[in-house]
């Protein structure tokens, strides 16, 4: 009985043998495939590569396909806003694969997927990558991801290009977790990691990979057609540049990419260290080809072209706010908006035209960036700096209209002589808010009946009293706050789908401050990160989604006619202050509550000139 309960042991000991034996027989079966598999690779592409370099006259297409290049010349690949315009045809790529090289890399890369998990007991097999958990899908779509998972998916390469929506979403609020010259130094990076150094000469200019001779080019075919390993070529490899495997294709798709980023978020340039990084790119793209050095001009044209844009954008307010401050040292300023634009209609298209301009120059990448500098206010320590104003310069804007508004209707000359022109002024304004709806200007719109809604406005009731409010119903059912603006968004709504079916020439100016507000609270609400430390994707699809929509609505052009009085009149107009507004107000109409009363008394008090002029009718 004691031998037989001992007999187990054993019996279990020369299974576990048995199975370790199997297993390193099939380890062994399996690298031998995998070695006989790379060496057919190595001497079939060999032998393609030696008779293509041998070859001085252009390769014939095969016989199911016409002579007309469609295996050089891949597919074309769309860009978020611009295609970027590189010839395919005109760019020959020594690495484009043929049947036989793409068959046995399937086999090979076939069998290498078949077999992941052994890539962790054998050192050999360094080409399996195993699949990371860093990130996460949901319903087939990226629901979070660690930061240097999303910024590698983010690389562009010889075989990967990121989708265009996670483009867009990634760099614009990447910003929340990472500053954009940081994150640009990253893919600069790991572009050197794989395009290499910059060659230390040049002739004419020209990447070498032209004018390689065929012997030369057959010498160095076998250490360009060594299988892919995650270690970058030696920088003094006789190899040139354009021939080593995936870089020119890799080249490629980083113009492709830097387009993209300069078109969409152009304002990230005016960064120093930006334009560092983005110089260091384009020049070693540039010295691979001239199709590609064409195509680097084109980018970074852009980019000067975008900024040097902007720096007279900005000229332009600075001159205005100058014209501002000169009127008002000067003796006499006429307030009479009807003598200088009678047309309510004229007065709401140059709004419009305001509006455009203003909304044009804002960049996407405000929106977010304003977010980081509210929460980095202590000392700025990871170099986050806000190169532009153009956000809060079209809210400026907004305060700006509403305020003339008031003080046209309170402190005109006119209007201080009798109640029926203040009455005619109010009339004035409710008919040019209304052809700002029919003009689809929400924001002039907003800001006119925020002006009429104003205390010092609103307590004029004998001038209310003679105001004919035929238009005031229209007026107060798109601009009711009630159920978050929801008769203003229904309008937007159907607004936006009209111009879906309409020209590209279909205006829509939103009620910017709360898009700005709608922004906001679906920052705080959502949390940069999960519980996991990773970066909460959803967030950015949210994010993206709306400023998206604002990107499609400020690429609009005005066709009205401009008149640069109204528009000067308009910008350049000095306006008063709140106590200045509230004093002209009280001397129009006296004041009738006790509150009304003693900030009356205590307005005049500090100003004793204030109450001489005007009169109370």
């Avoid at 075989?159 to 614009?172: E, G, V």
């Avoid at 804002?362 to 977010?368: K, N």
């Avoid at 104003?389 to 005109?412: D, G, T």
């Avoid at 400020?554 to 507004?581: G, H």
Wanted: hydrophobic share 35%.
């Amino acid at each position: 009985t004691q031998q037989m309960r001992m007999d187990p042991l054993p019996a279990s000991r020369t299974i576990q043998g048995e199975a370790i034996s199997r297993q390193r027989q099939n380890m062994a079966r399996l690298q031998e495939q995998h070695d006989r598999l790379e060496a057919e690779y190595r001497t079939a592409a060999a032998g393609l590569f030696r008779k293509r370099s041998s070859s001085s006259a252009a390769p014939k297409a095969p016989r199911s396909q016409p002579a007309i290049g469609l295996r050089q010349t891949t597919k074309s690949r769309p860009s978020l806003f611009e295609a970027l315009p590189i010839a395919d045809g005109q760019l020959s790529d020594p690495e484009s694969p043929t049947r036989d090289e793409v068959f046995v890399r399937q086999r090979k890369e076939s069998l290498a997927a078949s077999f992941a998990h052994i890539a962790g007991r054998s050192g050999r097999l360094s080409f399996i990558v195993a699949d990371s958990p860093s990130m996460v899908y949901k319903n087939g779509r990226l629901s979070s991801g660690t930061i240097e998972a999303l910024i590698e998916h983010l690389m562009p390469t010889d075989k990967h290009y990121p989708d265009r929506t996670f483009l867009f979403a990634f760099l614009l609020c990447s910003r929340l977790h990472i500053p954009p010259h940081e994150l640009m130094s990253r893919v600069a990076k790991q572009f050197r990691s794989i395009v290499g150094p910059l060659p230390p000469t040049k002739t004419n200019g020209i990447s070498r990979s032209r004018s390689t001779s065929a012997c030369e080019t057959d010498s160095n075919s076998q250490s360009a057609l060594s299988p892919p390993s995650d270690a970058s070529p030696p920088a003094t490899t006789s190899m040139p540049l354009a021939l080593r495997p995936g870089v020119m294709a890799t080249a490629k798709n980083m113009i492709q990419f830097l387009s993209e980023w300069t078109e969409a978020f152009a304002y990230d340039f005016r960064d120093e260290r930006m334009m560092k990084h983005l110089k260091e790119i384009t020049q070693s793209c540039a010295s691979l080809s001239p199709v590609l050095r064409q195509s680097v001009g084109q980018v970074t044209s852009v980019v000067i072209k975008k900024l040097a844009t902007l720096d007279k954008y900005e000229d332009m307010l600075n001159r205005a706010d100058l014209a501002m401050a000169e009127k008002l040292t000067q003796a006499s300023c006429v307030i009479n908006i009807t003598e200088i634009c009678p047309s309510p209609s004229v007065l709401a298209q140059q709004l419009t035209h305001i509006e455009l301009e203003r909304l044009t120059h804002i960049g996407a990448e405000e929106f977010i960036q304003a977010f980081v500098v509210e929460d980095t206010t202590s000392g700025n320590s990871d170099g986050l700096v806000k190169h532009t104003r153009n956000l809060e310069a079209y809210i400026e804007w907004f305060n700006r209209l509403s305020y003339l508004v008031a003080m046209e209707v309170c402190c005109s000359v006119k209007s201080r002589d009798n109640k029926k022109h203040r009455a005619k002024v109010v009339e004035y304004f409710m008919d040019a808010a209304s052809e700002c709806f029919v003009l689809n200007n929400f924001n002039s719109l907003m800001a006119i009946v925020a002006g009429l809604n104003m205390t010092p406005v609103t307590r004029l009731k004998k001038t209310w009293s003679k105001v004919n409010l035929a238009n005031n119903e229209l007026l107060e059912t798109y601009s009711n706050p009630s159920g978050n603006f929801n008769n203003y968004r229904q309008a937007l709504q159907e607004v936006m789908s009209m111009g879906q079916i309409q020209d590209e020439s279909f205006c829509v100016i939103p009620f910017f401050s709360l898009l700005v507000k709608d922004i906001y609270f679906l920052n705080q609400a959502m949390k940069k990160q999960t519980s996991d430390s990773h970066v909460n994707f959803e967030k950015c699809w949210q994010l993206a989604k709306l400023v998206t929509q604002f990107m499609s609505w400020k690429q609009v052009a005005c066709d009205f006619e401009r008149s640069r009085t109204v528009l000067n009149y308009l910008m350049t107009m000095p306006l008063v202050s709140e106590d200045e507004l509230f004093l002209a107000s009280f001397n129009l109409e006296s004041p009738e509550s006790a509150y009304e009363k003693d900030r009356c008394k205590g307005m005049r008090a500090k100003s004793p000139d204030a109450g001489k002029s005007g009169g109370k009718k």
